[in-house]
């Protein structure tokens, strides 16, 4: 099923009706970096044309629909629709972007669903390989476990090797196909223990300490920025909005600003402000290491 965050239409209507702006989509492609990249590792089976003419479309249709409501309410309560409109083709630019980068969110958070677990799965397979139990036992039990996308992309293995395909073959699969740069690191690492006859146990352990190590770095790297994005909050929730209330107050008692103008004035400010807020947490929830449980 494809997924346009912020759509009103169903899919399949929503792609039908894209058509018309695929000249933009096709021009916007182009300028929009690794977008090709993205759309592939969210597993999003569309053309970055498509997409980008879906998201515009789906955009389109938002702001007609809340443009043409402001203008009903400020037609029924006879105020300038302007800044109403202005609010809303704002707000819609932002939608757009995040549609735009919707892809690599969603990539993002599959590589982070994969890592997170790769720690614990990597420690699993440990116990069981000291215990004897055999590689394809080992990598089917994880299959069989709750270690998220680890669990899934290992299903996938074994489903492929009981298929009669070569282990090393599949595992080499699995290991390019993938998003995430440490568990290709992992999955490489296996297979040159395979191919050399090393013992796995001990490949196994030297992956376990290289992630600890890199998530050490993530965690220290993760504290370093919190204090430039604790200051960005501060100015876009706290200062901007104090601000801009009291220029507004100023503004609307030199300019003669009408009750309903000034109270959709505001409004629009709440909406920017919780939207800005909303962008935050997003940002925090994005810059968390992906190795943490």
Do not use: C
């Amino acid at each position: 099923m494809i997924t346009i965050p912020f759509s009103i239409l169903p899919p399949q209507l929503l792609r039908v009706a894209s058509r018309a702006f695929f000249w933009l989509g096709d021009r916007l492609s182009g300028k929009i970096n690794n977008i090709d990249l993205y759309l592939d590792q969210a597993e999003i089976k569309l053309s970055p044309k498509e997409y980008i003419s879906m998201s515009f479309t789906s955009t389109l249709i938002l702001f007609i629909i809340f443009s043409s409501l402001v203008a009903m309410v400020a037609g029924k309560f006879d105020t300038n629709i302007f800044v109403g409109i202005g609010t809303i083709f704002i707000v819609s630019l932002f939608i757009f972007a995040q549609q735009v980068m919707y892809p690599k969110l969603k990539a993002d958070k599959r590589i982070k669903n994969i890592e997170r677990n790769l720690i614990p799965a990597l420690q699993n397979m440990l116990v069981q390989l000291a215990s004897g139990v055999p590689l394809f036992n080992v990598i089917a039990t994880i299959a069989d476990s709750d270690y998220g996308g680890v669990s899934k992309q290992f299903r996938i293995a074994v489903r492929k090797i009981n298929a009669g395909r070569p282990q090393i073959q599949v595992l080499e699969e699995i290991a390019k196909n993938n998003p995430s740069l440490h568990f290709r690191r992992t999955i490489w690492q296996i297979i040159n223990g395979m191919k050399t006859g090393t013992d796995m146990s001990s490949v196994i352990r030297i992956s376990i300490d290289n992630l600890s190590e890199e998530q050490v770095i993530q965690i220290q790297r993760y504290g370093s920025q919190l204090n430039p994005l604790a200051m960005f909050y501060m100015m876009i929730a706290v200062v901007v909005p104090a601000l801009g209330v009291t220029f507004i107050m100023v503004l609307s008692s030199f300019m003669n600003l009408s009750a309903i103008t000034t109270k959709l004035i505001f409004w629009g400010l709440l909406a920017v402000v919780f939207f800005f807020q909303l962008m935050f947490i997003g940002m925090l929830k994005t810059r968390r290491p992906n190795l943490l449980d």
